[in-house]
């Protein structure tokens, strides 16, 4: 669970010339020497990016769609290239960390497979920018968005004539992923985790010591005086947004957020070139993770799904080898103690918590042979491609 806002930059993107490669190259005239570099402006780039990956299909979809969901205006993005396609809900992190702003850096092949549905939850960019807070509060509760996330997921399968579809939660999306597949397991093919959230509080316990232990091991003076400045943690002392940023920063420092890198920066600057937010869009990102957190840190917190074993539905489980934001060895556990009518977990060895950016092919591959058949002996999927 990603519990830091992400800077959501205000930039242009400078592309100086490079030219195509081919005939078009070999024809095209030389530039001339004193010819400045063209400086496109985000409008024009999100264009061009929106342009590439749109949908043409005589089947497909291609919507931003605001819905009435739990009493105030939701946003969902719904794109792939063909409705018989079975639907992929997805359930982002944070609280308040949407993935519709980023989806267009791996989901573009997805839906090749599946109707891919992001959603924007109460308190989070779109949704955010389109409601008060005073309309969004009454739900800012993990009830309250469970119930939310039953709503959207009536409201696709009745839209779309979908017996069930697939539930995809992410980092804090496991929390409403679980309660929802433990409620309704008759709606979904499968509950598919993706940096599954176990037991928050052991897995603060977690991620501090690796944070530590990697500070000490690479005599960081800076994060070894900022860890134990906070020790003993969890402990007894209240766990407030500063405490819980200490121990991000340097567990995302040593890699414990996107393996070998040390910083989120890849992920908010492809935030900033979506093609489905605008500039209000994403100056809300910030403004509605910190309402969220007001409502819904401690709640969080106090999240233990240790004793939660027994589903009605499969459940499939990617985890990042490398994650100490959702622990890996918390998750690996867990996924030995459930009970459901088939499981089946999958370890990414070059991953930490953002198995989705990090690993995209090998994800892609594992959505296609491990989920999409539960869809396809149901004849949920659109015909395959003629072969001799």
């Known amino acids: 669970m990603r519990l830091l806002t992400k800077s959501c930059c205000r930039l242009l993107l400078v592309l100086s010339g490079a030219l195509a490669a081919g005939a078009w190259a070999a024809q095209a005239p030389a530039p001339d020497a004193g010819e400045s570099a063209k400086t496109l402006s985000r409008e024009e780039v999100t264009g061009i990016i929106a342009q590439s990956r749109r949908i043409v299909s005589p089947h497909g979809i291609e919507e931003l769609r605001k819905v009435r969901i739990g009493g105030i205006d939701q946003w969902l993005s719904i794109r792939g290239h063909d409705r018989r396609n ?39 960019g779109k949704t955010y920018a389109a409601n008060s807070e005073a309309q969004m509060a009454p739900g800012m509760t993990i009830e309250g968005m469970t119930e939310d996330g039953a709503q959207v997921v009536q409201y696709l399968r009745q839209r779309y004539d979908k017996q ?14 679980v309660n ?24 603060e316990e977690l991620g501090y010591a690796f944070a530590l232990q990697q500070a000490r091991a690479h005599d960081n003076a800076e994060a070894i005086a900022a860890l134990e400045g906070i020790a003993p943690y969890p402990g007894d002392e209240p766990m407030t947004i500063e405490r819980i940023a200490v121990r991000s920063r340097w567990e995302t420092y040593y890699g414990g957020l996107a ?34 957190l007001r409502h819904l840190l401690q709640p969080l917190l106090k999240v233990d799904f240790d004793h939660t074993t027994r589903f009605g539905c499969p459940v499939l489980l990617f985890v990042g ?37 990090e690993q995209p092919g090998r994800f892609l591959v594992h959505l296609l042979t491990d989920a999409l058949p539960l869809a396809q002996r149901a004849g949920d999927a659109a015909p395959g491609e003629t072969t001799r």
């Open 180 to 203: 929802l597949a433990q409620r309704h397991p008759d709606w979904f093919y499968a509950y598919i985790g993706v940096g599954q959230v176990v037991n928050v509080r052991k897995n």
């Open 86 to 124: 079975p639907i992929l809900l997805v359930l982002h992190g944070g609280p308040a960390s949407p993935s519709m702003p980023i989806g267009y850096t791996y989901q573009t092949p997805w839906e090749d497979y599946f109707t891919v549905v992001q959603w924007d939850q109460r308190g989070t």
């Open 321 to 357: 080898a490398h994650d100490q934001t959702t622990s890996h060895v918390l998750a690996e556990q867990w996924f030995d103690d459930l009970q459901a009518p088939w499981k089946h977990l999958v370890v990414f060895a070059d991953s930490a918590h953002m198995v989705m950016q």
């Open 259 to 292: 393996f070998g890198r040390d910083s989120f920066a890849f992920d908010a600057d492809a935030e900033s070139l979506s093609p489905d937010y605008s500039q209000r869009d994403l100056d809300a990102i910030g403004k509605g993770s910190m309402f969220s």
């Open 164 to 177: 069930k579809i697939f539930l995809l939660g992410h980092s804090w999306g496991t929390v409403l992923g």
